[in-house]
């Protein structure tokens, strides 16, 4: 990722509050030197998640054909899944998205909209929106309607 990708991300996860921890973790994706076909890198990239990935909670994966959320309706599932005690996963796909399987598999589908967003780009958005959202839920002045 660019210095510009950890920089801003970083800057997010110092501002979020001590009860609301939020961590990046990344799962390097397939190397794309040879030509082997698009499928086959997006399928060792979900045996990967599926290795990283926590046993229980909430998997949301990001998809530009995901449904779309206000803040206000993403802070709603936030709280939601900590008044269940729930940990939420949002997954970011590589270059070539996420495995159909994979995103298939009973996840959430959220889009950040419905532009194609470089996957730096969209985890800068979801960090500030995750924030965003529980500045909302703690009536911190940080978001404006």
């Known amino acids: 990722m660019p210095d510009w990708v950890k920089t801003a ?3 997010y996860l110092k501002r979020m509050p001590r009860d609301w921890p939020l961590a990046l973790h990344e799962v390097k994706p397939a190397p794309r030197t040879d030509s082997r076909p698009v499928d086959r890198l997006l399928d060792e990239e979900r045996v990967r ?3 990283r990935m926590p046993p229980a909670g909430i998997v949301i994966t990001l998809d530009e054909r995901g449904s779309l959320w206000t803040t206000r309706e993403l802070a709603g599932r936030l709280d939601q899944a900590r008044q269940e005690a729930q940990d939420l996963t949002f997954i970011i796909g590589g ?3 996420l495995h159909a399987d994979f995103k298939a598999a009973g996840r959430i589908q959220f889009g950040l909209s ?3 967003l470089p996957h730096a780009l969209a985890r800068v958005l979801l960090c500030e929106q995750v924030y965003r959202a529980v500045s909302l839920l703690n ?7």
């Open 9 to 11: 991300c970083d800057d």
């Open 139 to 145: 009536n911190h002045p940080y978001h404006r309607d």
């Open 114 to 116: 419905r532009l194609t």
């Open 49 to 51: 998640l599926l290795e």
């Open 95 to 97: 270059p070539d998205g």
